[in-house]
């Protein structure tokens, strides 16, 4: 089972880029595509984007499409996203979590609390 802890969040002004890291333990890590979600105050969970296992396919939700970018690097065991040009709606905890059929599945880790100011 693959374990993870986010880090990399923060306070950042509107426009503003921050990068989030999210450490996988396990040694089936390469094995999993990978995504991120967000969830806002009152707001259910929801998808930003996802990379295949091999890295070689991404996905990204409409509203972050242009802005945000996720990579991976399976010798660290690591899954990044890169965001830029920020937005006060880009605010709430972000998660990853490993993904089979679209979905994420497995335990979620604490998360990690970006806030974008105007």
């Known amino acids: 089972q693959v374990q993870l802890v986010e880090s990399g969040g923060g306070l950042v002004q509107a426009g503003g880029s921050l990068r989030l890291s999210c450490a996988a333990s396990?040694?089936?890590?390469?094995?999993?595509?990978m995504g991120w979600f967000r969830q806002a105050p009152g707001k259910e969970r929801e998808f930003v984007a996802a990379?295949?296992?091999?890295?070689?396919?991404?996905n990204y939700a409409d509203s972050v499409k242009g802005r945000f970018t996720i990579s991976r690097d399976n010798a660290e065991n690591t899954v990044y996203l890169q965001m830029a040009s920020l937005k006060p709606e880009d605010t709430g905890v972000y998660y990853c979590?490993?993904?089979?059929?679209?979905?994420?599945?497995?335990?979620w880790g604490q998360g990690t609390q970006v806030t974008v100011s105007t």
């Open positions: 979590n490993a993904m089979r059929g679209g979905l994420p599945f497995g335990s």
């Open positions: 396990g040694r089936t890590f390469s094995s999993y595509a």
């Open positions: 990379i295949s296992w091999s890295g070689g396919t991404t």
